[in-house]
Structures are given as C-alpha cells and as structure tokens.
C-alpha cells in the first residue's frame, strides 16, 4: 500500500485521504493550509477504486466494473497509519473514498472526525447500514455538488436524498455535523472540494 505525505511532518493531525492517483494531491495539501493553518499531515493511501473501498459487493452502477468488497482489509491497513501517540487523525475521501470514510467511522473510533466529499451514499445496502449500526466519531463533514443528483442514472440519483437524509439523522444524534452544496457536478474541484472538508474538521477539532 503506497503511501504519500504531504503538509507538517511534525503536525498534532493527521489527515488519512485514499486516493486513486496523486495528481493533485500536493494543491489539495495547499488549500487544506490556506483554510485551516500548517498543523496537519496529510497521508494519501493509494488503492484500488473499486475494490479496495466498498464494504460488500455490488453491481455495477456504471460502466462494467463491479465493486469489491475490500474496504475491511483496507480499513485494517490505514490503522497502522494510526499508530503515533499524541496524534489525533481524520480520515477523509472524495466519491468511493468519501462512502468509505463514513463506512470507517461506524467500525471504530479512531478517527476525530469524516470528511466524506461528493460520497458515493448510493452505494446499494448502505444507507440501510447506518440505520442500525452506531457512528463512533462526533464530527462528519458532508459534501455534494448541486448537479450531481441530476443524472439519467436512477442508482446514482438517489445520492441526493440519501446524503440529506444521513444529515439530518446525524444532526438529530447530537454528531457535529456539515452538509456543504458546491456549484456542479462529481467531477467539478475534486481538489478544492476535499480540502474544504478536512479544513472544516481541523477548524472543529482545534476549537
């Protein structure tokens, strides 16, 4: 499992991002210290998209890939990134990365806060999950692009309602909790979107 650093060697946080490629990584790190200040590490855990971050199988939703179910062995992984003491750690992923991260978050309590950017919470089977299962982290940030449930594709349609309904049940669980809207679709400022989402969990762990 390949792993790149970027940010404060030295930092108190550490900021867990899987990634499907590092281009764009280092602006991400950039913006993430604009928002939010230099006391963050950020590790980008390269993996295999479709593989390594569902939690179960499922069909295809799109092209003729189906998923995995990788997302344990890849959870048991990033835990050895967790390992430092005096640390606290945020995980954090964009679309599939963004479904796992909130998956993580109901598996253990490592991390002090989520940052799930444009998360794939269409993801068959999932929203049920989170009915009845508990959530083991106080701070989840939520984003989605305004287009992004806009689709002909009736699967990916749902992540509209499916990422209000996740909002509005956290809030009334008492978890500190973000739903940001940004301007167009899954494919706009994937960079800028995540950064938004780890700056928004650093501004509330360090209050």
Not at 23 to 47: Q, S, T, Y
Not at 166 to 190: I, T, Y
Request: hydrophobic share 40%; glycine share 10%; aromatic share 12%.
């Amino acid at each position: 499992m390949q792993t790149y650093e970027f940010g404060n060697p030295g930092a108190s946080v550490v900021l867990i991002e899987p990634i499907h490629t590092v281009e764009g990584m280092a602006n991400e790190a950039e913006i993430i210290r604009e928002l939010a200040g230099d006391d963050f590490l950020l590790r980008a855990v390269a993996v295999d998209w479709f593989r390594d971050l569902s939690p179960w199988t499922a069909p295809p939703a799109f092209g003729n890939t189906a998923f995995g179910d990788g997302a344990q062995e890849t959870l048991e992984r990033i835990l050895k990134l967790t390992m430092e003491p005096g640390k606290q750690y945020v995980l954090g992923g964009y679309s599939m990365g963004g479904l796992f991260a909130l998956w993580a978050a109901y598996q253990t309590d490592t991390f002090a806060g989520v940052a799930a950017v444009s998360p794939s919470v269409w993801f068959p089977g999932f929203a049920e999950y989170t009915l009845s299962h508990p959530l083991h982290t106080g701070q989840v940030y939520l984003s989605l692009g305004d287009r992004e449930e806009k689709t002909k594709n009736p699967v990916l349609a749902a992540v509209g309602n499916r990422i209000r309904e996740l909002h509005e049940r956290l809030a009334q669980q008492g978890v500190s909790c973000c739903l940001e809207w940004n301007k167009g679709n899954h494919f706009m400022d994937p960079d800028r979107r995540t950064a938004k989402g780890f700056a928004w969990i650093l501004k509330e762990i360090n209050a």
